[in-house]
Nanobody
Framework: QVQLVESGGGLVQAGGSLRLSCAAS????????MGWFRQAPGKEREFVAA????????HIADSVKGRFTISRDNANNTVYLQMSSLKPEDTAVYYC??????????????WGQGTQVTVSS
């Protein structure tokens, strides 16, 4: 069992930066792939970034490539999403997830409650 709690969301102006954190509980955290997804009002939840459990390989969605990075600290059971050059279209609820997949939502078993990110123009 893995429990996930996101933090770090908020209101930021376009061009600004935010760092989201996801604190995980559970002894098996380090064996799961960790992903970030987001959901804007009226839209499907979409993949943002993932980091593999074994060698730390990352996958980044094309829509945020070059602006967002994902990292993890297995010793502290935490995964981060560093977001830079934010745009109004990045506004969404951001969710942290743990599972065996990469960029497919249904491959993730555990989800956090989400954190709101709002980017003003």
């Amino acid at each position: 069992q893995v429990q996930l709690v996101e933090s770090g969301g908020g209101l930021v102006q376009a061009g600004g930066s935010l760092r989201l954190s996801c604190a995980a509980s559970g002894r098996t955290f380090s064996t799961y792939n960790m992903g970030w997804f987001r959901q804007a009002p009226g839209k499907e939840r979409e993949f943002v970034a993932a980091i593999m459990w074994s060698v730390g390989i990352t996958h980044i969605a094309d829509s945020v490539k070059g602006r967002f990075t994902i990292s993890r600290d297995n010793a502290n059971n935490t995964v981060y999403l560093q977001m830079s050059s934010l745009k109004p279209e990045d506004t969404a609820v951001y969710y942290c997830a743990a599972g065996r997949g990469v960029d497919v939502r249904t491959e993730y078993r555990y989800w956090g409650q989400g954190t709101q990110v709002t980017v003003s123009s």
